[in-house]
């Protein structure tokens, strides 16, 4: 039920996040576990159908730094296409390694460690003369279909920095290879799960946006979550704030800022004024737009975390209870 919990968020989210990338947006990535996504991906592509599917995983498979919304819908596309493939049913065979891949190693990569991911299907296959065709935009030899699940599938791969290939044989069946660049960071790994899977915390927030919505709206799960909060509407007035409360020691444990305040000053500059004061700042940049490179490389402005507007109050509860506690157990890195 968690599982099919988890994949309805993530699809929910698909429409804005797959409109966002259509218009240049990069994805917003972080370090994740392949083998839970894929898993939930999967049984719920293939709720109510005749297809079956089995996965095959080597030992301790590298973390990928992947946006967790575009991979699901990578995999979902590859997923329906192999079950419709098979209208008298069959089995999808999911294969998950790690691979290494030297210069010129015959493929358009990087050299590198790679998760390499293979979803095979036992249909009717490819045509070879289409082969070469399938990830164009529009191209299709269904009759119902716009032809951009591949093309889409093809882009995303693409700006994670990783590639995808596709093998088939008429009447034998069609394999897709997909590879996903390794993360050399840390996957945060809750222990402590309680009710509904929030994660409950406790601390003090600073929370600036200047949407009263979205205020009241974050006001309620950061306090339902355990957290005393206060807002700011600005970045000035949460610059203000905050040194204020460092002054009285009384500083907060985490700040979040709205990525844009139209008119006045928003998370990009708050936050290099919020470092002035201290550095050891933990800090979540905050935005609706994913298209913003501050969005995708959020590290590299100052930021701790990020999190995607609308709220949801698992990922907000998630982010934020590794963020303040930042315990070592909370935290495990596979040798890679």
């Given at each position: 039920?968690?599982?099919?919990?988890?994949?309805?968020?993530?699809?929910?989210?698909?429409?804005?996040q797959?409109?966002?990338?259509?218009?240049?947006?990069a994805?917003?990535?972080?370090?994740?576990?392949?083998?839970?996504?894929?898993e939930?991906t999967i049984?719920f592509?293939l709720r109510?159908?005749?297809?079956r599917?089995?996965?095959?995983?080597a030992?301790?498979i590298?973390?990928v730094?992947?946006?967790e919304?575009?991979i699901?819908?990578?995999?979902?596309?590859?997923?329906?296409?192999a079950?419709?493939a098979?209208?008298?049913g069959?089995?999808i065979?999911?294969?998950?390694?790690?691979v290494t891949?030297?210069a010129?190693?015959?493929?358009p990569?990087?050299k590198?460690?790679?998760v390499?991911?293979s979803?095979k299907?036992e249909?009717?296959?490819?045509?070879?003369?289409y082969?070469?065709?399938?990830?164009d935009?529009?191209?299709?030899?269904?009759?119902?279909?716009?032809g951009?699940?591949l093309?889409t599938?093809?882009?995303?791969?693409k700006?994670?920095?990783?590639y995808?290939?596709?093998?088939?044989?008429?009447g034998?069946?069609?394999?897709?290879y997909?590879?996903?660049?390794?993360?050399?960071?840390?996957i945060f790994t809750?222990k402590?799960?309680?009710?509904e899977g929030?994660?409950f915390?406790?601390?003090?927030?600073?929370?600036?946006?200047?949407?009263?919505?979205?205020?009241?709206t974050a006001?309620?799960?950061?306090?339902?979550?355990?957290?005393?909060v206060?807002?700011?509407?600005?970045g000035?007035?949460?610059?203000?704030?905050?040194?204020?409360a460092?002054?009285?020691?009384?500083?907060?444990?985490?700040?979040?800022?709205?990525?844009?305040?139209?008119?006045d000053?928003?998370?990009?500059e708050a936050?290099k004024r919020?470092?002035?004061i201290?550095?050891?700042v933990?800090?979540?940049?905050?935005?609706?737009?994913s298209?913003?490179?501050?969005?995708s490389?959020?590290?590299?402005?100052?930021f701790n975390?990020i999190i995607a507007k609308?709220?949801?109050i698992e990922?907000?509860s998630?982010?934020?209870h590794g963020?303040i506690m930042g315990?070592?157990?909370?935290?495990?890195?596979?040798?890679c």
């Amino acid at each position: 039920m968690e599982g099919v919990k988890r994949a309805s968020s993530r699809a929910g989210q698909l429409t804005q996040q797959l409109l966002t990338f259509s218009k240049g947006g990069a994805p917003i990535k972080k370090p994740a576990s392949i083998l839970e996504l894929l898993e939930d991906t999967i049984g719920f592509a293939l709720r109510g159908s005749n297809v079956r599917y089995e996965t095959s995983a080597a030992a301790n498979i590298c973390p990928v730094e992947i946006d967790e919304g575009q991979i699901s819908q990578v995999i979902n596309n590859l997923v329906i296409n192999a079950n419709q493939a098979m209208p008298e049913g069959g089995t999808i065979r999911i294969g998950i390694d790690n691979v290494t891949f030297e210069a010129n190693g015959g493929l358009p990569l990087k050299k590198g460690k790679y998760v390499e991911i293979s979803i095979k299907d036992e249909g009717v296959g490819i045509p070879e003369e289409y082969l070469n065709k399938i990830f164009d935009p529009y191209f299709t030899t269904k009759q119902e279909g716009s032809g951009l699940g591949l093309a889409t599938s093809y882009a995303i791969i693409k700006k994670h920095g990783g590639y995808i290939k596709v093998e088939s044989e008429s009447g034998v069946g069609t394999t897709f290879y997909i590879y996903l660049p390794i993360s050399e960071k840390e996957i945060f790994t809750v222990k402590d799960i309680v009710e509904e899977g929030l994660y409950f915390g406790k601390g003090k927030i600073l929370f600036m946006d200047d949407e009263q919505d979205v205020i009241d709206t974050a006001k309620q799960m950061l306090t339902h979550l355990g957290y005393e909060v206060e807002i700011a509407m600005n970045g000035i007035e949460a610059v203000e704030q905050y040194k204020k409360a460092k002054d009285l020691r009384q500083s907060f444990d985490a700040v979040i800022l709205d990525l844009t305040i139209p008119g006045d000053m928003g998370g990009k500059e708050a936050i290099k004024r919020l470092r002035e004061i201290n550095p050891q700042v933990k800090a979540i940049v905050s935005s609706g737009y994913s298209n913003n490179p501050i969005m995708s490389d959020y590290e590299k402005y100052g930021f701790n975390g990020i999190i995607a507007k609308p709220y949801e109050i698992e990922e907000l509860s998630k982010t934020l209870h590794g963020l303040i506690m930042g315990m070592e157990e909370q935290h495990h890195k596979v040798n890679c």
